[in-house]
């Protein structure tokens, strides 16, 4: 007989949760931090390589940005069904599903003869990846003492803020001396490494017990979050501030390789180094909305995430970095605390709460990277720091409903 002592944490015989130190802890965290690298290598690798994809398959930049749109996009729609399946089939099964079948199409991506054959694998891709980040957070929640949570889940989003990073800066080192090919076939390669360490490390469940899955029953609990309007307007600003990163992201390449910067397709993959200003930034959010709450946490970082947009618009290097820094550490402490604060505000069905708050942050990425590609063929970069301008306004008129808020998380 079991006893159930809080969320996530079961005692009963003899099994406990695994606490900070042991053996068990390493295993997980060590597996998570694989799975954040697996996912986030493949997701983000063809944002360094747009520019090779408009030149090589002749087409705008807009049309070449889709093999990113199309990916986050379906990794949208695939989440809440993934989150479903794994309730009736386990957590560690839809994981290791999810990372094999990424990295067999990744694999086979390269081989591409057009961009449509491309999307339409980056598509599937997407889908296929929507696994991971469905399940890692609820599988923590279960295997992790509460005690220790918060440390286990920092290591999961490391993995994923640095397979971001790796995933952008391989692809385009290795396109500026040989084709996107190889670039894909390079970074392929390191996603299926990945995903081979977080097989063979991720230990099984010991807490999950398999619930019967329906239409119904997903429906109803999604709608207990929809009816909270806190939780709504943390779900549209997951949406509209992911929508103004990628958005930038996806076109800075083309920026800072045209005149008057003309940068090699190397040198511009440095600029996403700045992701590590993100690791900072997430981390410091967290602990400083600990102290002073939320709200004036989320406030600032949006405020910050507007300030660096603004300095990227005058055709100054320099300043277009510092913006870079601000913008991207602004976004990325925006972001923790959004998601953090939708764990606060969930009081049951906590991973429904999340993979709602998942499918509006990516399909923010895949709806806005499609027109800021618009933006830019219209404007250039004014164009995308109008419009992504435009999304920022809207971001701080949610913080500042989050702000006024009665409720305090």
């Known amino acids: 007989m079991s006893v159930e002592i809080s969320a996530g944490t079961e005692v009963g015989a003899g099994i406990a949760s695994y606490r900070r130190g042991s053996a068990g802890y390493r295993a997980v965290t060590l597996a998570l931090f694989a799975a954040g690298l697996t996912t986030f290598v493949s997701m983000y690798s063809a944002q360094a390589l747009l520019p090779a994809f408009s030149h090589s398959f002749g087409v705008s930049p807009a049309v070449s940005a889709l093999s990113v749109s199309v990916t986050t996009g379906m990794v949208a729609l695939a989440i809440i069904p993934a989150s479903a399946l794994s309730e009736r089939f386990g957590r560690t099964r839809v994981m290791i599903f999810s990372a094999i079948t990424s990295c067999v199409i990744g694999l086979l991506l390269p081989l591409s ?23 890692a957070m609820a599988y923590l929640a279960e295997e992790i003492d509460p005690k220790d949570l918060g440390a286990a889940m920092g290591r999961y989003v490391a993995g994923t803020t640095v397979g971001g990073l790796i995933g952008r800066l391989i692809p385009a080192a290795v396109v500026d001396v040989s084709s996107w090919h190889w670039a894909l076939f ?13 097989t063979r490390t991720l230990p099984e469940s010991q807490f999950f017990q398999p619930q019967p899955v329906s239409v119904r029953r997903l429906m109803s609990n999604l709608r207990v979050h929809l009816a909270n309007s806190a939780l709504r307007t943390l779900f549209a600003l997951g949406f509209i501030v992911m929508g103004a990163f990628v958005s930038v992201y996806n076109f800075l390449g083309f920026r800072l390789a045209a005149a008057p910067f003309g940068l090699s397709e190397a040198v511009v993959g440095l600029v996403f180094l700045f992701y590590l200003a993100g690791t900072v930034t997430s981390t410091a959010a967290g602990a400083a909305a600990d102290r002073v709450g939320q709200r004036w946490v989320l406030l600032g970082s949006v405020s910050v ?105």
């Not at 003869?113 to 399940?135: D, M, S």
């Not at 390079?186 to 977080?198: G, H, N």
Request: hydrophobic share 60%; charged share 10%; net charge positive.
């Open 305 to 409: 995430t507007a300030l660096g947009l603004a300095l990227t618009v005058p055709d100054n290097l320099a300043l277009t970095l510092v913006g870079m820094l601000l913008f991207t550490g602004g976004f990325f402490a925006a972001h923790s605390v959004a998601s953090g604060w939708v764990g606060r505000l969930a009081r049951v069905h906590r991973a429904e709460a999340s993979a709602l708050y998942l499918f509006a942050y990516y399909a923010g990425s895949s709806v806005a990277g499609v027109l800021a590609g618009s933006a830019f063929a219209v404007g250039g970069w004014n164009g995308v720091s109008i419009f992504v301008a435009c999304l920022l306004v809207v971001a701080m008129g949610l913080s500042l409903k989050m702000f006024r808020s009665t409720r305090v998380d």
């Open 113 to 135: 003869p057009t961009i449509e054959i491309l999307l339409v694998g980056r598509a599937f891709q997407g889908a296929a990846l929507a696994g991971i980040p469905a399940v």
């Open 186 to 198: 390079a970074v392929a390669l390191l996603s299926t490494v990945f995903a081979i360490v977080m």
